[in-house]
């Protein structure tokens, strides 16, 4: 079984930043498709950034030029680095992982609260 864990929620005032990491136990980490979500309270849980093996990587338009994705294979690990924050921003923040080879091997972490407020 795979296992996510993320770290580096927190509060931050608007304009601020945070690092979000996740872990991904596995000895194939290289196959996976990682991603982070988020969900706000009252509303849908929503696709932030994702980045692939080869580091390709795709964004959501409320998140562009703000937020960047990053991995380390050799760490096993995926941060997001997220800078000018807004309290827009306010949610847990879960991370997803997919293998690229088998659909159904998809994993989620326990998630992690980041509230931007002053």
């Known amino acids: 079984q795979v296992q996510l864990v993320e770290s580096g929620g927190g509060l931050v005032q608007p304009g601020g930043s945070l690092r979000l990491s996740c872990v991904v136990s596995t000895n194939i980490f290289s196959r996976y498709i990682v991603g982070w979500h988020r969900q706000a309270p009252g509303k849908q849980r929503e696709v932030v950034a994702t980045?692939?093996?080869?580091?390709?990587?795709n964004y959501a338009d409320s998140v562009k030029g703000r937020f960047t994705i990053s991995r380390d294979n050799a760490k096993n690990t995926v941060y997001l680095q997220m800078n000018s924050l807004e309290p827009e921003d306010t949610a847990v923040y879960y991370c997803?992982?997919?293998?690229?080879?088998?659909?159904?091997?998809?994993?989620w972490g326990q998630g992690t609260q980041v509230t931007v407020s002053s």
């Open positions: 997803k992982s997919r293998n690229i080879y088998a659909a159904s091997q998809e994993y």
């Open positions: 980045i692939g093996p080869r580091d390709n990587t």
